[in-house]
């Protein structure tokens, strides 16, 4: 069993910065790929990035690339997003999850076995 808890959200400006963090219990935790996943009032939740399990490899929806980047510090058992030239429209509560099948993140969220509470993030104009 893996249990997540996500931090680091909060109110910004549109320009600013926020990190996400997400820390995980459990000894297999390294082994897991890690997505983060997003979703806004009254839309779908949707894939943001995930991180592989050894961190080698990251990937990112189209909306937050060259804005967001995904890492994971597998000795602290913590998955961060930074997320940097934030916009209004990256207002959602955002949600770090686990996959014990897989070591590359999917896109897909019910290929995921383990989700944290979420925390929101506003990004006002």
């Known amino acids: 069993q893996v249990q997540l808890v996500e931090s680091g959200g909060g109110l910004v400006q549109a320009g600013g910065s926020l990190r996400l963090s997400c820390a995980a219990s459990?000894?297999?935790?390294?082994?897991?790929?890690m997505g983060w996943f997003r979703q806004a009032p009254g839309k779908e939740r949707e894939f943001v990035a995930g991180?592989?399990?050894?961190?080698?490899?990251?990937y990112y929806t189209d909306s937050v690339k060259g804005r967001f980047t995904a890492s994971r510090d597998n000795t602290k058992n913590t998955v961060y997003l930074q997320m940097n030239r934030l916009k209004p429209e990256d207002t959602a509560d955002y949600y770090c999850a686990a996959d014990r099948d897989q070591m590359v993140p999917t896109t897909a969220s019910h290929e995921y076995d383990y989700w944290g509470q979420g925390t929101q993030v506003t990004v006002s104009s």
């Open positions: 991180v592989s399990w050894s961190g080698g490899k990251t």
């Open positions: 459990g000894r297999t935790f390294s082994s897991y790929a």
